[in-house]
């Protein structure tokens, strides 16, 4: 089945600068790749997605990249503001009809004002 | 709007006791999952459902079940509930063509 690294498990950063998780994944057939941010006491929120087709996907300062042949994805977040802090999670899932994400163990972010 | 909700969002029980918890949506979306999320091991895949009446195995299914009578409600048992099972528990929803999951608020479930 499908195994989901996430790198690293923390990270601070000065509010402003950006931000960087990067995960890797083994199943050459995935070919969804999604995004979360978990706050404390909440469900995971969806930010972004990126599919196989497309290696770049931006939405105002949050970006995720794809390199299909490394098999690893990334999500940047320029211009961080303490509301970034949270858990962030990101996933693959299989094609061929599953619907199924496998997910990383996560990165908890912290902003530091 | 459209929602996901889950009931009850805190349950504290004991060892041996068969435990449901509730998922339900106003999406009338096909797809709906059952996770659990634990400190070091990130949202791991319990149980899942495509469409009534059908439902199928997770990487982490021993001592659940769920079942799929309408497309609102994928409840979730826990036959006997175990220690080990103490653990924050999170439905997703997705429509039946989609990838896109969206999550319930979550149930933090204890087991003493």
């Known amino acids: 089945g499908e195994n989901v690294e996430q790198h690293p498990s923390t990270l601070s950063v000065q509010e402003g600068d950006s931000a960087v998780i990067k995960c890797t994944y083994s199943d050459s057939a995935s070919n969804y790749f999604p995004w979360y941010k978990q706050e404390l006491g909440k469900g995971p929120q969806l930010i972004i997605d990126?599919?196989?087709?497309?290696g770049e996907k931006k939405d105002q300062r949050i970006a995720v990249t794809l390199n299909k042949t490394a098999k690893h994805f990334s999500l940047h977040i320029t211009e961080t503001q303490p509301e970034d802090s949270a858990v962030y999670f990101c996933a693959a899932a299989s094609g061929a009809g599953s619907y199924q994400l496998t997910f990383g163990k996560g990165t908890k972010l912290s902003v530091i004002p | 709007d459209a929602e996901i909700t889950q009931s009850p969002r805190h349950k504290i029980t004991e060892t041996g006791r068969q435990v449901t918890l509730a998922c339900h949506q106003t999406?009338?979306?096909?797809?709906m999952f059952w996770y659990r999320q634990d400190l070091g091991h990130g949202l791991r895949l319990i149980h899942y459902?495509?469409?009534?009446?059908?439902?199928n195995k997770g990487e982490v299914s021993d001592g659940y079940s769920v079942s799929r009578s309408n497309t609102e409600d994928l409840p979730l048992t826990l036959e006997s509930a175990a220690s080990s099972q103490t653990s924050v528990y999170f439905c997703a929803v997705a429509k039946g063509t989609s990838n896109e999951q969206f999550f319930g608020p979550g149930t933090r479930l204890t087991v003493l």
């Open positions: 999406w009338n979306h096909n797809n």
């Open positions: 459902s495509y469409g009534v009446q059908d439902t």
């Open positions: 990126i599919r196989s087709n497309v």
